[in-house]
């Protein structure tokens, strides 16, 4: 089956590990830092939320990066601009 949407050099795979490693290098640096300061509760519970939402900002930075690379040299010339 052809595609001639996707570029060869594209791999959902590639997106999926990347995007799911920098949420987990982003969520183990949340746990060194909470680990490190031993902080309380309220404050560990901020650090622990605040590190989840890094963790999203992080996938969907690395997936956006890697998916405008893959399609960069995909021509959009059958599309009609807005008018």
């Known amino acids: 089956m052809n ?3 996707i ?3 594209f791999s959902y795979g590639k997106l ?3 995007s799911i490693g920098a949420a987990m290098i982003v969520l183990l640096i949340t746990a060194i ?3 490190i300061v031993r902080p309380g509760p309220d404050v560990g519970l901020g650090i622990a939320v605040a590190g989840v939402i890094a963790a999203i900002v992080a996938m969907g930075t690395v997936a956006t990066r890697i998916t405008n690379r893959a399609f960069k040299d995909v021509d ?3 599309q009609r601009p807005h008018e």
């Open 3 to 5: 595609t001639p949407n």
């Open 7 to 9: 570029p060869p050099r």
């Open 16 to 18: 999926a590990v990347l």
């Open 33 to 35: 830092i909470i680990g």
């Open 76 to 78: 959009g010339s059958d």
